[in-house]
């Protein structure tokens, strides 16, 4: 296994931090970014949370209830996400739905998306033009 040394100049301290280590950070920042946008496109149909999170997983998104919930707050204060409960079910369930506003943020995010991944696929060939 790979280990990258790091001495921090600042505070003179030496951290020993392995590749996987720092792959799985490297991954969750590259990752956290991405909640957003896979959530306003998924919630073009109405969902719930725990439905939202199995969604998710399946897609290759990792996310805890601890993540989703204050982000669905979050975007819905925003005016991005718009919700109703639905009580006809045994279980009373809050469904969200993405806003014309979330709607317009999520192209724009999704537009922003492309242009980096095609600015990646140039770096990874070597096009730094």
């Known amino acids: 296994m790979l280990s990258i040394l790091t001495y921090c ?3 003179g ?3 020993g931090m392995g590749f996987d280590e720092i792959l799985s950070g490297a991954t969750q920042e590259l990752r956290r970014g991405t909640l ?3 959530c306003l496109l998924l919630l073009r149909r109405p969902g719930y949370g725990y439905a939202l999170i199995a969604d998710l997983g399946r897609l290759g998104f990792a996310v805890d209830a601890n993540t989703l919930y204050p982000l669905l707050r979050r975007l ?3 005016g991005m996400l718009v919700s ?3 009580t006809e079910e045994s279980r009373p369930r809050k469904f969200y ?3 014309p506003d979330g709607e ?5 995010l999704l537009d922003d998306w492309k242009e980096i ?3 990646i696929r140039r770096l990874d060939v070597g096009d730094i033009r």
């Open 36 to 38: 957003v946008p896979a």
């Open 97 to 99: 739905r993405t806003s």
């Open 104 to 108: 317009r943020l999520a192209r724009a």
């Open 76 to 78: 819905e204060s925003q």
């Open 9 to 11: 100049v600042t505070h």
């Open 84 to 86: 109703e409960w639905n």
């Open 117 to 119: 991944d095609a600015s």
């Open 13 to 15: 301290i030496v951290s």
